[in-house]
């Protein structure tokens, strides 16, 4: 906090007297805005995945989500926390962490920057649970403004990307199976990394000839054999590489940046807003999920901060419901590429909003994040 | 314009012909806005000075501007251009710049994005008329949604910085009589680097002791020299440093930001957001104005791209009416120094808004930019 903010928030400069924190009221807020509170309630619930998920060491079929709503004069926002177990945060932190927050302290969901400032201040990490109350908060504000977030960015929603669709690793036949039922989307992402990256990208272009994408997640060891394989795969019609090497090495990652004749985009090197300056130079563009970077506002920011750096931006998600992949979505003609299949992976969706049509991520004129409800569940 | 976008552009991909960019209609853009057409309005008009404005090579006791109106749908968005004489751009110009612009071709203002790019690449520089149109857009976007920007930016209006008033370089008992006059103001900015750096301070000192800035003006040529003027200005109570020497000399800046006891914010070192990412290192904040940076949407994602970049933001402006200076206002909560007297200095300002009271930006809750039209001229 600078001197000038300091004296503002003490009081010092206008001869009040300093109070503690928990009887500020909202009258220390504005004072002009309408007098209605802002509540919040929230609700766990299992996402049932279409096909068991299976990483190198686990499998699972469900992904625990919570999801939130503000009700605030007569308008529900909705958001949206996803935990994939590895990722460390449950429905009882999400929980934990919701019930800390006192979001009728504050007089208006426009005092959004304050309001997040203090939800960021709540607890380190928990990102996921901060993303559920942005999410709710942009819902609700752009149903009070009567517009869909695109809109309020002053984005084109013609100018949305093709969406990929992960094709996971498993024997020739189950994989080329998969990218025979995945034939409406226009880009295949290819998790490598495993040893067997050749025979995956072969499989594959024995089926389609459609462009691909890979995600090695730190799976290469060696800068020059990372090099040889990202030339190997550019004369196989790969469009970018994402993560290729571990995010700690740094010197090898600003040696392949400066040599690879393909993109390459950030995924495990960064989170949140302040992890961005530091991929210039050792990457071409960021993934830019809600769920690790707190939600829409801050990715938003981290757009931005991407396309100032002379960097480009792609859209990612975990296993989520329409909720989070709608609120992601109202972002993506900032974004190169989208990774916004997640809804699309679960069977029990209880929201519909964004659509893929022919590939590409399609946006609705509804206001907010522009979702639906089809199923009560907060 | 990458792969993608030059595919979806040109028509390649949806099986299109290729139309030449003339042929194109309001129809390319979104389908599904509300068909009313956007109409540009704009008037030259002369700001009267209060003061006879003295630089070192002129005087003058006017400040030509372009109001500029635009219509859309029952509302009307109000912006301006300033154009001192020494930044190059005129009347005449500026009516030439804004005769190309077609406000038709767009079926919405909430295409702002592609809006702004299309005026900016209507030409090079032009950036005073460029800002006239994004002002306008900005007004009318606020009036459409019927909220101040402040607001849509989700910023706290009691967020304000406290702005400066600036004494010009004149004899002692000019500056001493100019220093009681500005006694409503709490923070005081010097012009220094004349060579009558210390009479100057110690004049104002003898009446003042309110918290001065001080602006070098690329002023001083020798980097030992202005970092014990720094220190020499920090036990006399001034806060920050603006442009202390050429823009040009980055190692001498380097070192002095280094070594400097007080922040140093760069001013004829940028003009827009391409600039910022290189006064990092350089300097501790960035000046931001809207005639230099093209506008409201440039100006924000100025400031969050420097405080995003851990450095400070202060907001200048030109000898301009309420109309822009209003505008710049909207964005002050993310600033922590305003230089914002510039409608101020005339007698004859068209408009009424942003209000200074007791040295605070104090904002109002008028959609838009928050003006009123006190006298249409536009």
Redesign the interface.
């Known amino acids: 906090m600078?001197r000038?903010?300091f004296i503002?928030h003490s009081g010092i400069a206008s001869g009040m007297i300093l109070v503690p924190v928990s009887s500020l009221s909202s009258c220390d807020?504005?004072k002009?805005q309408k007098p209605g509170k802002m509540s919040l309630r929230f609700a766990p619930f299992d996402l049932q995945l279409k096909h068991v998920f299976t990483l190198a060491n686990s499998s699972r079929s469900t992904t625990p989500v919570m999801l939130t709503a503000i009700d605030y004069e007569g308008h529900t926002g909705y958001g949206e926390a996803s935990m994939p177990p590895y990722l460390g945060e449950t429905q009882e932190s999400a929980a934990a962490f919701l019930s800390k927050l006192r979001l009728d302290r504050f007089a208006s969901p426009?005092?959004?920057?304050?309001i997040l400032t203090e939800v960021d201040g709540i607890a380190e990490g928990n990102s996921a649970a901060k993303a559920s109350i942005d999410i709710a908060l942009h819902d609700l504000i752009g149903k009070l403004?009567k517009?869909p977030w695109h809109?309020?960015?002053?984005?084109?929603?013609?100018?949305t990307?093709?969406t990929s669709f992960t094709i996971g690793i498993d024997t020739p036949e189950v994989v080329r199976e998969k990218v025979k039922e995945a034939s409406p989307y226009k880009i295949l992402k290819v998790k490598m990394g495993r040893g067997n990256d050749t025979e995956m990208i072969e499989t594959i272009r024995s089926v389609s000839q459609v462009p691909l994408c890979v995600d090695i997640n730190q799976g290469w060891k060696d800068k020059q054999h990372a090099l040889d394989m990202i030339y190997w795969l550019k004369e196989r019609g790969i469009v970018f590489v994402e993560q290729p090497m571990a995010k700690e090495a740094i010197d090898d990652l600003a040696w392949l940046h400066d040599h690879s004749p393909l993109p390459i985009y950030a995924d495990e090197a960064l989170q949140r807003?302040k992890d961005?300056?530091s991929t210039k130079g050792l990457y071409d563009g960021i993934n830019i999920k809600l769920m690790k970077c707190t939600g829409m506002?801050e990715a938003h920011?981290m757009a931005?901060?991407a396309i100032?750096?002379k960097m480009?931006v792609m859209l990612g998600c975990m296993t989520e419901t329409s909720c989070a992949v709608s609120a992601a979505a109202q972002l993506s003609?900032l974004s190169?590429f989208a990774d916004l299949d997640g809804n699309v992976l679960i069977s029990n969706d209880p929201y519909e909003g964004m659509l893929i049509r022919e590939g590409k991520v399609t946006l609705n004129?509804s206001p907010g994040i522009g979702i639906n409800v089809k199923q009560k569940i907060v």
């Open positions: 600078n000038r903010k503002r807020y504005k002009t426009f005092l959004i920057e304050d403004l517009r809109q309020l960015w002053g984005l084109n929603p013609d100018d990307p093709m807003l961005v300056e506002r920011k931005n901060l100032s750096l480009k003609p190169e004129d």
